[in-house]
């Protein structure tokens, strides 16, 4: 009988408080090696689809904004369509990255992405998906990444049939998920821990 071989865990360690200087060096001002940070730019002139903005800041458990955070985002394009090789329903758009990549601003401690609005996505089983935008989150005293998902507040009736926010125990915590709307804008405050604790996944 063939004895098989596990791989062991690799050691955890946080993601500062050099994470800038690696993911977004033009930020710091460490310039020549990318012409612009990899994800700074999601969107050109030739994107389809709905343009939105995409603000809000990182708290941690005082209640403090986090001055060192840096988020990701992945979403699908306005057709509800991935920029992936394994996206299998369709053509993406060329025009729109799917993915970005932004620090906080060390003064107003504010991330900010301009994106389009996402159409919506099958769930493994078939049923479909509000439209959402996937988060990331590294910062300091974070060992792993902290992933969570922005819904859209104008899509209650999409909100109330997703099958990711119906899988929340504590009802009352699914409007962390819920982003506050303005027009084309909106906001997406994320708190770490606290009486607001955001909703993160284990993914």
């Given at each position: 009988m063939t004895k098989l071989e596990y791989l062991k865990e690799s050691p955890s360690q946080t993601a500062g408080p050099y994470v800038h200087i690696g993911c977004t060096p033009n930020f710091v001002g460490n310039t020549g090696i990318y012409k612009e940070d990899l994800g700074v730019r999601m969107v050109n002139?030739?994107?389809?689809?709905?343009?939105?903005?995409v603000k809000g800041r990182v708290f941690d458990g005082t209640g403090a904004p986090m001055k060192d955070a840096m988020l990701e985002i992945w979403q699908a394009d306005g057709e509800g369509l991935f920029n992936s090789p394994s996206e299998t329903r369709?053509?993406?758009?060329?025009?729109?990255?799917?993915?970005?990549?932004?620090p906080v601003d060390m003064e107003t401690a504010e991330f900010c992405f301009e994106t389009v609005k996402p159409g919506a996505v099958p769930f493994p089983d078939g049923r479909s998906q509000a439209p959402h935008i996937n988060f990331w989150i590294v910062a300091r005293g974070i060992n792993i990444g902290l992933n969570t998902r922005m819904y859209f507040p104008e899509e209650e009736e999409a909100n109330a049939a997703d099958p990711v926010l119906g899988r929340i125990e504590?009802?009352?915590?699914?409007?962390?998920?819920?982003?506050?709307?303005?027009?084309?804008?909106y906001t997406f405050d994320i708190h770490i821990q606290g009486d607001n604790e955001t909703v993160f996944f284990d993914i």
């Open positions: 002139a030739k994107t389809k689809g709905q343009r939105i903005t369709g053509k993406a758009d060329p025009y729109f990255t799917g993915w970005g990549r932004q504590h009802r009352m915590r699914v409007p962390t998920l819920i982003a506050k709307q303005s027009g084309d804008k």
